[in-house]
């Protein structure tokens, strides 16, 4: 029942081209000579050459990296951890507190995130810089990565792990060696995901940075609220062209990461 | 004792983190400080601030409440947040149908190509997606140049700083999130469905309208529910593409935080904001615990 009518076609270019379009354009005048961004004057590459001489937008890429690899990893771990328990560790004292902890960041607009984060780090005079920007941006991560983490846990045999464990492994090992190597698409997809979302905070982290780390994200904000300039596209166009490679390339080893399993598993079903 | 670790870590840290926190912002929105003290700065020290917040757990009552209804500015500002949400969670579903439609009938070998082009926006920063946009609807900007080119139009439209560019921001940036349901539907329909109803003498249009449109019911609601949502509290959409007269709670809440330094009427901003967003939310759990129960 596949129809491609030209009806079909059509939504289908229209769709594609609303959604790229204004990347395209924006990466364009990125190489616009003028300074004015909307009249085109000539090819030039002098914006970019002008975002590396910027040491404010520098620093705060710095500052920006070391945050979503921080909270990434800390939110992997826990969110991990999170997953585990909802799945496996049955019940509890609490548990409906901590599904709804889990699920309740994940519809929470940011303002308020922000907003209680704040109030936090300033009733327990915690200094805000890097530190509770990495503590903020864990928070509401980790419940991304246990979603993601949890609905692999959920769809995979159980009987391996308890083969396990009859075989003589301690619980610990039995997650290490069996449990983790099956989930680990799923925690490796769970970092990545935090680490987009860390890079891409603007609200959480202008509530929760102080004067002394600021993040690229706030420095883009302050720099459009002003209007369009050529420096933030050329900078845009540099984001854009590394989030294009990473997708593409994560996209081609899970694809062979998959034919290769299904190779495995037509080998083992031809010895047994 | 490993199980009781396992539990406890990641329930501790989103005890302190996510809990406790939104217990403060409860507590300052029901503290009486609004009119009588108001800048709590945030050069506050430790000593200061525990005494601050201890002092607010001592005397709760509703003023900062009473103030949202009394000024004009926040219930409208809720209004138009719902209004503008609501529009733009229709629209979408208008635009992102088509789309979802076409990739569910497209053959099978383009689908992961196509599905990837859709989700690959969604991995670029939200920021410079919205920021996209700025460069075509100011009035000299591309849309303006091209439609003066062509000849549409002799004096440049203003879009940008309306509420129109703020639809089609939400629009642009939450498309992923209503397509990607309602292909998810589409992609399991029963072609033979199809078919049957046309040999029943069904015209093409009044098949999709009696059989497709009924049958991807869910993936509509769950794709206006994951728009509709986020739309509400949005604030970098409304303070980057929308105008003066945008009113929308997320920014009210930013700019009585940070403009303002009104803590307690932010924090009782952010309840009410939570109170209106409860509703859609359990609506929408509902609606996905139906469809498990469905597939289960």
């Given at each position: 029942m596949r129809r491609m009518t030209w009806f079909n076609a059509t939504s289908l270019t229209l769709g594609f081209a609303f959604l790229y379009l204004p990347m395209v354009i924006l990466v364009i005048y990125s190489?616009?000579?003028?300074?004015?961004?909307?009249?085109?004057?000539g090819f030039s590459t002098k914006w970019y050459g002008e975002l590396l001489g910027n040491e404010a937008f520098l620093d705060a890429a710095w500052v920006t990296v070391q945050v979503a690899v921080a909270s990434s990893t800390i939110a992997t771990v826990l969110g991990t951890m999170a997953a585990y328990v909802l799945v496996r560790a049955g019940r509890f004292y609490g548990r409906t507190l901590f599904s709804g902890m889990i699920y309740a960041p994940l519809v929470m607009p940011e303002v308020i995130t922000g907003l209680s984060l704040l109030l936090l780090f300033i009733g327990i005079g915690l200094d805000r810089g890097i530190l509770t920007i990495i503590l903020a941006h864990t928070t509401f991560s980790m419940c991304y990565v246990s979603v993601v983490v949890s609905s692999r846990l959920v769809s995979f045999d159980r009987s391996l792990e308890e083969a396990a464990l009859d075989l003589g492994c301690t619980p610990f090992e039995s997650f290490r060696l069996v449990t983790l190597p099956i989930i680990a698409p799923a925690v490796i997809s769970g970092w990545l995901l935090a680490f987009t979302l860390s890079l891409d905070d603007l609200v959480i982290a202008s509530f929760t940075a102080g004067p002394s780390a600021t993040t690229l994200p706030i420095k883009i904000f302050s720099a459009v609220r002003l209007g369009v300039s050529p420096e933030i596209n050329a900078l845009s166009t540099i984001m854009i062209a590394i989030v294009t490679v990473g997708v593409i390339t994560a996209s081609i080893i899970s694809k062979r990461a998959t034919l290769m399993q299904q190779r495995d598993e037509q080998a083992a079903a031809r010895t047994a | 004792m490993r199980r009781l670790i396992l539990i406890s870590v990641p329930y501790l840290w989103l005890l302190a983190l996510f809990l406790i926190p939104f217990l403060i912002v409860l507590k300052i929105s029901l503290s009486d400080v609004a009119m009588a003290i108001p800048p709590y700065v945030p050069t506050l020290d430790f000593a200061e601030g525990w005494a601050g917040i201890k002092a607010f757990f001592a005397e709760l009552d509703f003023e900062n409440f009473t103030f949202l209804t009394t000024d004009d500015l926040y219930w409208k500002a809720y209004l138009s947040s719902l209004q503008i949400a609501a529009l733009s969670t229709f629209l979408t579903l208008l635009v992102g149908y088509p789309i979802a439609y076409g990739m569910a009938m497209a053959p099978d070998h383009w689908r992961p190509t196509l599905m990837m082009l859709v989700i690959l926006p969604f991995w670029t920063s939200f920021l410079i997606r919205v920021y996209s946009w700025m460069g075509i609807l100011s009035n000299e900007g591309v849309l303006n140049q091209f439609l003066t080119w062509i000849g549409l139009i002799d004096q440049p439209l203003t879009i940008l700083n309306t509420n129109v560019a703020v639809y089609i921001g939400i629009i642009y940036t939450y498309l992923p999130f209503m397509i990607l349901p309602i292909y998810a539907t589409l992609e399991k329909l029963d072609g033979s469905l199809l078919e049957a109803a046309e040999d029943l003498g069904c015209s093409r249009l009044s098949a999709f309208w009696l059989v497709t449109i009924p049958l991807s019911k869910q993936g509509i609601i769950a794709g206006c529910f994951l728009v509709f949502i986020p739309a509400i509290g949005e604030f970098v959409i409304p303070s980057l593409l929308g105008g003066s007269g945008t009113l929308m709670i997320g920014k009210v809440l930013w700019e009585e935080f940070f403009n303002n330094r009104d803590w307690p009427v932010a924090s009782a901003v952010a309840v009410v904001l939570l109170l209106i967003l409860i509703i859609p939310i359990i609506l929408f759990q509902r609606n996905e615990q139906k469809q498990r129960e469905k597939e289960g």
């Open positions: 190489f616009n000579e003028s300074k004015l961004v909307t009249v085109w004057a | -």
